[in-house]
């Protein structure tokens, strides 16, 4: 099993950026995926979820109504589509399979001016 982000980088305030994660080794469109971030000194918590079968997404309190996850499973990839993003969104984003139990290897996100 493979995760590999990518699209991680530097953007200001008010900015957009877009997520990847190409998922190899497991029946990618069979089963949920996350994004999950972690900043300095603060522990690793879930920012949003894809389910496979309905479709249906969850997400973080703090990202609602600006970040979108979304999947294609012909290209075993999800991802995560950040807009209005703020200083306190600085983070490594990590993609996580639940059903396989595994993680990318992060992709570090910083909103500065």
């Known amino acids: 099993v493979q995760l590999v982000e990518s699209g991680g980088g530097l953007v200001q305030p008010g900015g957009s950026l877009r997520l990847s994660c190409v998922a190899s080794?497991?029946?990618?469109?069979?089963?949920?995926m996350s994004w999950y971030r972690q900043a300095p000194g603060k522990e690793r918590e879930l920012v949003a979820y894809?389910?496979?079968?309905?479709?249906?997404?969850n997400y973080a309190e703090s990202v609602k109504g600006r970040f979108t996850i979304s999947r294609d499973n012909a290209k075993n990839t999800v991802y995560l589509q950040m807009n209005s993003v703020k200083p306190e969104d600085t983070a490594v984003y990590y993609c996580?399979?639940?059903?396989?139990?595994?993680w990318g290897q992060g992709t570090q996100v910083t909103v500065s001016s």
């Open positions: 080794g497991f029946t990618f469109g069979s089963y949920g």
């Open positions: 996580y399979a639940p059903s396989v139990r595994s």
């Open positions: 894809s389910s496979s079968a309905s479709g249906s997404t």
